[in-house]
């Protein structure tokens, strides 16, 4: 049994991954093909875009760099009317830096923590260290008095 398979009550059902959905744990295996091995740091990082919907993370992945062009977040699209916005990448070393508009603490914490969850259980080290500009931020918008300072902190946080 894997982490994905660990399902909690605070998971949705579903992660829609660059627009197809599937059960939590099939879309946290279909996830790791982004996540493991080299593929982060061959593909120049990672571009992440999440949102939460009625039970489903709506996840877009993308590679930093596709035959040697940039790609930009704002490029990935995301169905219209979800709760707050999560963007941010997996560098080519493996830290994360997540970034949002300000929103209310709740919806916004749950959708960081279900983010780096879907991330932890596709295989990203939970020990990922999270930005500092990431946690600053977590701290500002009242998401966490102290924020979590790995991937797997935040992916296990209330």
């Not at 919806?107 to 923590?113: A, E, G, I, M």
């Not at 295989?123 to 977590?138: D, H, K, N, R, S």
Request: with cysteine.
């Amino acid at each position: 049994m894997t982490d994905a398979d660990r399902l909690t009550p605070d998971t949705p059902a579903t992660l829609t991954l660059n627009g197809q959905a599937m059960p939590w744990p099939a879309g946290c295996r279909a996830l790791s093909a982004c996540t493991g091995g080299q593929v982060v740091r061959l593909s120049g990082g990672l571009l992440l875009k999440a949102a939460l919907g009625p039970d489903t993370l709506h996840l877009r992945v993308e590679p930093n760099f596709i035959d040697g062009q940039r790609v930009y977040h704002y490029g990935m699209t995301l169905p219209a009317g979800l709760g707050p916005v999560v963007t941010g990448q997996v560098s080519p070393v493996g830290a994360v830096a997540l970034l949002f508009a300000p929103a209310e603490p709740d919806p916004l914490r749950r959708t960081c923590r279900l983010l780096a969850r879907a991330l932890r259980d596709s295989g990203l080290p939970a020990g990922a260290p999270l930005e500092p500009v990431t946690q600053q931020a977590l701290r500002e918008v009242g998401a966490f008095a102290t924020p979590p300072a790995t991937l797997g902190e935040l992916a296990e946080s209330v």
